[in-house]
């Protein structure tokens, strides 16, 4: 049974409930929702399954619990009445019912001192009969989608069990029987969100601990906020002004996973909420206030993408350090910054505290969005409906600059009629934020298409100095890569996505070029062309942020000049802070001489790095210098000896303890870790012993190296060499030093070599009793090291941090991305 003791009448009494038992159950039959079955052949008479997500959020309680436990019964899938096996719950999370579903539960004030029942009415007239029933029905409907999930995991080698110090559910992997907090990723659930928010489902109807002040439970995931999908406008608004059918809206608190149980992200959804790793439309730290910091690649992206087009764009006006001319950003010349999406308003805000002197205009098509940014995410703007005025007012306010410490937001209508609107003459010098949700073809409004989108776009972007930045979601992304293309020119056109971003997993191997990052290649084959010019094919099947940019002097730099162009601007007045972060890597995906998509991410800014003046940032020369500079620094840049160490390994804001220290000497390290360090060469993997079984389970080993990926072999690092690492660890930690720095000791790299030994043994047989010796083939030792130190008391408190999600063998990469030809064990190139 999934739900914890107390937590209602009904829920506390039920049943363990089954898991699906059909042999038959498989994924590929319930890919989609199927259409509601019929009982014994007479036709189902009930609430449907769009009915009763819609039911689940009514104003009126009593509708909300009917239509819960209706749910159990509604056929979903292709299953019938009253069968709520893995074909209904998939559907019914498809459809988006775990947020309203977790919202019935969480409206329930629970006491943790009573083992979380219902507080009485007395003491909490909000618990009423109708509220505690429909908690109760919600978190039935929620088990049954935890047993159905529960059966997948079985199906994998996985079980699901109670962990009593912690009170919440653990995974056990069966093979190891090691555990784990965190709920392990399945094949099955690979590219489909809808059964990892099953499993997922495991941990949210438990409560992450009780609050000391209140008693009441803590949540792992807390709706703050939803709209169901049909609810549209504001409060006292009949429904959205777009006249379009709207995505469901949700304001969800998630638990930091390496924090208390009083840290948690703030995130908004629009649309089906896709599990805590899925992706999200806005997300804030609730104690910071708006525009203190993006948090998202995206967002980063697009402000990278406007500070690199204002620093190409300047022409003489833009020039550093050239006497009394001035950034046009300090002139009275009116700088106008376009931002399509409001989201939960961070991107606006973060504009206005960098770049104060900047009008910045929003565009959201969706009230219920500004609602949510207002009220939940603390943002502050000056609303304009675009319903409310006529073409005359429209046009004269458009055409007035928001100067205003505060930024403007357009609402109350699709994005279609708002730019139609905009009168001809009235550009702006960046045009930034979302695409247009492609899938939903209604939001561009009535005979409003993709090119009129494009057309529209070209029209109101200034053309001699504008830069247009928008972010997509995958599916059609590389088709708007195309449409900007066509619309700016291939030249002035390029794309930027995630270099950790993985690609679509349902898109055919050889369709797309994954980065050479992630697959182990070259980086310099060409990329498969999808859809006409190459250039962009690298971004078909990711998301990412499209960039053009338009006028004079437009030819885009190298990404890695971002870092050296905010410096830059931000001496010459133009961004009044310094730019928090600083790109970290990025290249040209596929074809260096054809592509047009980077790969880019990003790290903390590091701001005593010296600044490199240019007076073009777009030149060669200067892209050169600002790299140089940047290596330089990073390789000379120390404070003092007692931070010399923390600068290479440190992630923290703690520094290391004492203040006599000499991080150079290999002595000062031994005393630390108790342990050799340097003391002479490392015993190579010819002179380290290591087990070697007969033949047969040698070959054994080499078929599940083929076939699983992975193996459970004996021991070969040796119980001394294992504690001696794990004292260091302890020791490094305990003196304030992260883990990694074990890897100073001769023993680290002693036990490195019995495991290469150990690997080199399984990755030359082929698993039929033969030997690669006389074939062409070359077995390395990839350096992806990593130490973690692990804390048992965090362990039995179900509190996830780094170290603790190592259950089963951890894989960098699939099998498609380390095998060659027909797959088999032959042609095995990298082992992990």
């Not at 076939?707 to 260091?728: E, I, M, N, Q």
Request: hydrophobic residues 40%; negative net charge.
């Amino acid at each position: 049974r999934f739900g914890a003791p107390g937590m209602g009448s009904e829920a506390e009494n039920a049943a363990a409930l089954p898991a699906a038992e059909e042999e038959d159950d498989d994924m590929v039959q319930f890919q989609e929702p199927g259409a509601d079955a019929q009982i014994d052949g007479e036709p189902y008479d009930g609430i449907s399954l769009e009915e009763a997500l819609n039911a689940l959020t009514a104003d009126n309680a009593e509708i909300r619990a009917r239509a819960a436990d209706a749910l159990l019964d509604v056929p979903a899938g292709g299953a019938l009445s009253g069968q709520r096996g893995a074909p209904w719950a998939y559907a019914v999370v498809a459809a988006g019912a775990v947020i309203p579903l977790l919202h019935l539960v969480q409206r329930v004030r629970r006491d943790g001192r009573d083992g979380l029942k219902p507080k009485p009415t007395e003491e909490c007239p909000e618990n009423t009969e109708a509220v505690c029933s429909g908690g109760d029905a919600a978190l039935l409907v929620l088990a049954e989608i935890a047993n159905a999930a529960a059966s997948f995991l079985a199906e994998e080698g996985w079980e699901v069990a109670y962990d009593e110090d912690s009170e919440r559910p653990i995974f056990v992997d069966e093979n190891s029987g090691m555990s784990q907090a965190t709920p392990p990723e399945l094949e099955c659930a690979k590219g489909d969100w809808v059964v990892g928010v099953m499993i997922e489902t495991l941990t949210l109807i438990q409560p992450l601990d009780v609050d000391e002040n209140t008693h009441e439970p803590r949540w792992p995931v807390r709706v703050v906020h939803h709209v169901a999908r049909q609810g549209g406008g504001r409060a006292g608004e009949e429904t959205n002004t777009t006249g379009t059918t709207q995505h469901s809206l949700s304001v969800l608190d998630i638990a930091v996973e390496e924090g208390s149980g009083s840290e948690f992200t703030r995130v908004l959804v629009v649309g089906p909420w896709r599990g805590s790793r899925g992706e999200v439309a806005g997300e804030t730290d609730p104690d910071e206030p708006p525009g203190t910091a993006l948090d998202s690649w995206a967002d980063a992206t697009v402000f990278a993408s406007l500070v690199l087009g204002l620093a190409v764009g300047k022409a003489p006006a833009f020039a550093v350090g050239d006497g009394d001319e001035k950034s046009i950003l300090q002139k009275k010349t009116s700088f106008r910054v376009l931002v399509l999406g409001l989201r939960c308003g961070a991107v606006p805000a973060f504009l206005k505290r960098m770049l104060p002197n900047v009008s910045v205009d929003v565009f959201e098509p969706d009230l219920r969005v500004a609602s949510a940014a207002r009220d939940f995410f603390n943002a502050t703007f000056v609303e304009e409906n675009v319903s409310h005025l006529t073409s005359d007012g429209f046009e004269s306010r458009i055409n007035t600059g928001c100067e205003s410490r505060l930024y403007r937001v357009w609402t109350g209508a699709d994005v279609g009629t708002f730019l139609a609107k905009i009168p001809e003459g009235t550009t702006f010098g960046a045009v930034i934020g979302d695409l247009p949700d492609w899938q939903a073809a209604t939001s561009f409004g009535e005979g409003f298409d993709r090119k009129k989108f494009w057309n529209s776009l070209e029209r109101v972007a200034d053309p001699t100095k504008s830069t247009v930045a928008l972010a997509g979601a995958r599916r059609g992304f590389h088709e708007a890569c195309a449409g900007a293309r066509d619309t700016f020119g291939a030249e002035n056109t390029y794309a930027a996505c995630d270099p950790d971003d993985d690609l679509e997993e349902d898109l055919e191997e050889g369709d797309v070029s994954r980065p050479a990052k992630r697959a182990k290649t070259d980086g310099k084959g060409k990329s498969p062309s999808g859809f006409g010019d190459a250039g962009y094919s690298a971004a078909r099947g990711r998301a990412g942020v499209l960039v053009a940019s338009l006028g004079r002097n437009r030819a885009f730099p190298d990404w890695i000049a971002y870092t050296n162009a905010a410096r830059a601007l931000h001496s010459a007045g133009v961004l009044c802070e310094p730019s928090p972060f600083a790109v970290a890597f990025a290249e040209l995906a596929g074809d260096e001489n054809a592509s047009r998509v980077w790969n880019v991410s990003y790290r903390a800014a590091e701001e005593d790095l010296p600044i490199v003046q240019s007076n073009y940032l777009g030149d060669a020369a200067a892209v050169a210098a600002a790299r140089g500079a940047r290596a330089l620094a990073e390789a000379t840049h120390t404070d003092t000896a007692n931070d010399a160490v923390w600068d290479v390994f440190g992630t923290t804001d703690e520094s290391p303890s004492g203040k006599d220290k000499n991080v150079g000497d290999p002595e000062y390290w031994a005393r630390i870790l108790e342990t050799s360090v340097c003391d002479g060469p490392v015993a190579f993997t010819e002179d380290v012993s290591s087990p070697s079984p007969d033949r047969r389970v040698l070959d054994q080993h080499a078929k599940d190296v083929t076939h699983k990926g992975y193996v459970w072999d004996d021991v070969v690092v040796p119980p001394d060499l294992t504690s001696t690492l794990a004292r260091a660890i302890g020791n490094a930690t305990k003196n304030n030093y992260p883990p990694a720095v074990v890897f100073l000791t001769d023993a680290a790299w002693t036990a490195t070599s019995m495991l290469w030994r150990r690997a080199f043994q399984l990755l030359r047989g082929d698993g039929n009793g033969s030997d690669f010796e006389n074939a062409n083939h070359e077995i390395m030792l990839e350096p992806s090291l990593a130490a973690f130190a692990l804390d048992q008391t965090n362990d039995k408190a179900g509190r996830r941090y780094v170290g603790n999600n190592f259950g089963a063998p951890h894989r960098d990469y699939a099998t498609k991305d380390v095998r060659v030809g027909d797959g088999s064990s032959k042609d095995v190139r990298v082992g992990d």
